[in-house]
C-alpha cells in the first residue's frame, strides 16, 4: 500500500505556471511508475506525464514541451512542473502510482484552474 498526497494546485492566469507536488508514504523507488493524470468534469481520465524508477518519461502530446515531470526519490515526491498554461488545462489532476505487481494507487486530487 502508498499513499499519495498532491499538493501545489490553484487559481492562475493563462501564460502562468505551477508546480504540483505528490508526496508518497513510503518509498517510490520501490514504485514501478508515477505520473499524473487529470479529469475535467463529464470527461475521462487522461494521462499527461509518467516517469519510471529509471527516470524515463512520457507525455500526453498536448503537453509536450509545456509540462515536465520529475522524481526525487530522497524525498519520495515526484513532481508535475507546468508552463504556458492555458485554460484548456483547468482540470483536477490526480498523482498516480504503479506498483510492480501492477496494482493503481490514486491521490486525492488536486484542482488546477487556468483563467482567460
Known amino acids: 500500500q502508498v499513499q499519495l498526497v498532491e499538493s501545489g494546485g490553484g487559481l492562475v492566469q493563462a501564460g502562468g505556471s505551477l508546480r504540483l507536488s505528490c508526496a508518497a508514504s513510503?518509498?517510490?523507488?520501490?514504485?514501478?511508475?508515477m505520473g499524473w493524470y487529470r479529469q475535467v468534469l463529464g470527461k475521462q481520465r487522461e494521462l499527461v506525464a509518467d516517469?519510471?524508477?529509471?527516470?524515463?518519461?512520457n507525455y500526453a502530446d498536448s503537453v509536450k514541451d509545456r509540462f515536465a515531470i520529475s522524481r526525487d526519490n530522497t524525498k519520495n515526491t515526484v513532481y508535475l512542473h507546468m508552463y504556458s498554461l492555458n485554460p484548456e488545462d483547468t482540470a483536477v489532476y490526480y498523482c498516480?502510482?504503479?506498483?510492480?505487481?501492477?496494482?493503481?494507487?490514486w491521490g486525492q486530487g488536486t484542482q488546477v484552474t487556468v483563467s482567460s
Open positions: 498516480n502510482a504503479v506498483s510492480f505487481s501492477g496494482e493503481y494507487y
Open positions: 513510503r518509498s517510490i523507488s520501490a514504485i514501478n511508475s
Open positions: 516517469i519510471t524508477g529509471r527516470g524515463r518519461t
